[in-house]
């Protein structure tokens, strides 16, 4: 099983430009969630996902946008890169949640690191 | 509001203990995550608490004292490749994990 995928691993915009991220996991995980993660900060949740067809919005949404058209797949989108977006981007997947942790336990994927001049 | 509070950094010599502290609070709890990321890697599942206690595993334990809003991750036998950052993350009422910056632990040898 490869766990969580995610790519581009690297990747430099000019603001403005677009792009399109990809998760995929193939633990059959119904939640899948994006993160983002910025130097002396916590991971902040920007949207996540409790199924196929399904989103929400997280802590930090504004600028992005997410699909989940298959269960093992979840796409997050800049429509409009900016400079402040720069950051590394998490994905992260969980069988579901309120089953204690071999249910809710999350599984990241190894990250994009992100740049916007 | 929902905040989290650990170290920044701590220093500890290989082959001795350290404890890393976390205090929380959240709006309803469902349980407590301790992860482990190393430099430019993906946080990686350490343990999980949801009832008051101490949860042993090998060389790491987690302790929960929910009516303290208070956590601590405690390493054993300290290894260089415990040189990593550790990440307190409890679960609120709405299952969504709240993370901390995480403390960044720096083994000497």
């Known amino acids: 099983n490869a766990g969580v995928t995610q790519t581009p691993k690297f990747r430099v915009l000019k603001t403005g430009q677009s792009m399109t991220l990809l998760c995929a996991q193939d633990m059959n995980h119904e939640y899948m969630y994006w993160y983002r993660q910025d130097p002396g900060m916590g991971l902040r949740l920007i949207h996540y996902s409790v199924g196929e067809g399904t989103t929400a919005k997280g802590e930090v949404p504004d600028g992005y946008n997410v699909s989940r058209l298959k269960k093992q797949n979840f796409l997050l989108g800049l429509e409009s890169a900016a400079p402040s977006q720069t950051s590394v981007y998490f994905c992260a997947s969980s069988y579901t949640v309120a089953g204690g942790p071999d249910t809710d336990t999350q599984y990241f994927g190894p990250g994009t690191r992100l740049t916007v001049l | 509001g929902q905040n989290i509070d650990q170290p920044t950094e701590m220093t500890a010599t290989e082959g001795a203990i350290v404890q890393i502290n976390c205090t929380y609070q959240?709006?309803?709890?469902?349980?407590l995550f301790w992860y482990q990321q190393h430099a430019g890697e993906a946080p990686t599942f350490l343990s999980y608490?949801?009832l008051d206690g101490l949860e042993e595993k090998g060389r790491f334990s987690s302790f929960l004292s929910r009516s303290k809003g208070y956590s601590y991750l405690l390493l054993k036998e300290l290894q260089m490749k415990d040189s990593a950052s550790y990440l307190c993350a409890p679960m609120d009422s709405n299952y969504q994990l709240i993370w901390g910056a995480g403390t960044k632990l720096i083994i000497k040898p």
């Open positions: 608490n949801v």
């Open positions: 959240t709006s309803g709890f469902n349980g």
